[in-house]
């Protein structure tokens, strides 16, 4: 499986951006998705986790109210949509997948993509 993710770029403070990431060599429908970050110096951060069939989302609890996971199986696209964005969301951002789909708490994923840089400026 690849995954492939996009839309990052530079937005000002309180924009937002829809980053996605398209998998390929594999159907979506075999993996819970996930998204996290890396800001510039600091480790990898999870963001938010969503089930096979989209019904069920994990957030980080700091994250929650500004950032929305998604899905759309018949495009094999994830999506996280982010709002209101501070300079502390500057990161390089990354999808993953895995094929352990009973769970949304493990945050062990076996395949990532080489992530997008979120600048976000004042």
């Known amino acids: 499986v690849q995954l492939q993710a996009s839309g990052g770029g530079l937005v000002q403070t309180g924009g937002s951006l829809r980053l996605s990431c398209v998998v390929s060599e594999g159907a979506l429908t075999n993996y819970r998705m996930a998204w996290f970050r890396q800001p510039p110096g600091k480790v990898r951060e999870f963001i938010a986790a969503?089930?096979?069939?989209?019904?069920?989302?994990r957030y980080s609890r700091s994250l929650k109210d500004r950032f929305t996971i998604s899905r759309d199986n018949a495009k094999n696209t994830a999506y996280l949509q982010m709002n209101s964005l501070k300079s502390d969301d500057s990161a390089v951002y990354f999808c993953?997948?895995?094929?352990?789909?009973?769970?949304?708490?493990?945050?062990?994923?076996?395949?990532w993509g080489q992530g997008t840089l979120v600048t976000v400026s004042s």
């Open positions: 993953a997948a895995d094929e352990n789909v009973h769970t949304l708490v493990n945050y062990d994923y076996a395949h």
């Open positions: 969503i089930s096979v069939d989209g019904t069920t989302t």
